[in-house]
T-cell receptor, first 115, second 115 residues
């Protein structure tokens, strides 16, 4: 049972345009969401996160949007750059007193930004 | 330099030959975890540890063992490896705290092939 899903295995965009990566989750108890970026032959690195009390979080060119009613989050990259080409994983967990230490990842989306 | 170090980075072994993948972090993090990455399945959690001498199963613990005798080390043990354990393995760590646990620092990965 995949609790966090990234239904698009790959995405290709032109340099300078917007990249939108999507993620859906099924567990309404998740209250913290994260995006990780992974280059080949390297470990994933943390990119941006959002708490369930917010619907948007911005960090430079990266913005994460959360729609709790739809159990959907998205990562927007504007403008996209060739160096953004990587695999992007979304992840979710329950924090606070119920925190079990379990961080659930999606399948990943490979982003290619063409010059 | 703050890092998570895994060894070996690459290993080819045969079915049934016990092996250990070591993981060490120099950031004094309480939380450590092991993941495996497989095509189309993303990152799946094998085991995690909230602190020394405290370990718990993740989503795919079968066929693996871990120990956490000291804060910095979290080895992954395959007592009798099988071909379905051929995968890319990542160790990760995080400072203590229910909100910080999601922001993991990953090692560079260990690619294991079981023949």
């Amino acid at each position: 049972d995949q609790q966090v899903k990234q239904n698009s295995p790959s995405l290709s965009v032109q340099e300078g345009r917007i990249s939108i990566l999507n993620c859906d989750y099924t567990n309404s108890m998740f209250d913290y969401f994260l995006w990780y970026k992974k280059y080949p032959a390297e470990g994933p690195t943390f990119l941006i996160s959002i708490s369930s009390i917010k619907d948007k979080n911005e960090d430079g060119r990266f913005t994460v949007f959360l729609n709790k009613s739809a159990k959907h989050l998205s990562l927007h990259i504007v403008p996209s750059q060739p160096g953004d080409s990587a695999v992007y994983f979304c992840a979710a967990l329950r924090r606070g007193l119920s925190n079990t230490g379990k961080l659930i990842f999606g399948q990943g989306t490979t982003l290619q930004v063409k010059p | 330099e703050a890092q998570v170090t895994q060894n070996p980075r690459y290993l080819i072994t045969v079915t049934g030959k016990k092996l250990t993948v070591t993981c060490s972090q120099n950031m004094n993090h309480e939380y450590m975890s092991w993941y495996r990455q497989d095509p189309g399945l993303g990152l799946r959690q094998i085991y995690y540890s909230m602190n020394v001498e405290v370990t718990d199963k993740g989503d795919v613990p079968e066929g693996y063992k871990v120990s956490r005798k000291e804060k910095r080390n979290f080895p992954l043990i395959l007592e009798s490896p099988s071909p379905n354990q051929t995968s890319l393995y990542f160790c990760a760590s995080s400072p203590a705290g229910s909100t910080i646990i999601g922001e993991l620092f990953f090692g560079e990965g260990s690619r294991l092939t079981v023949l």
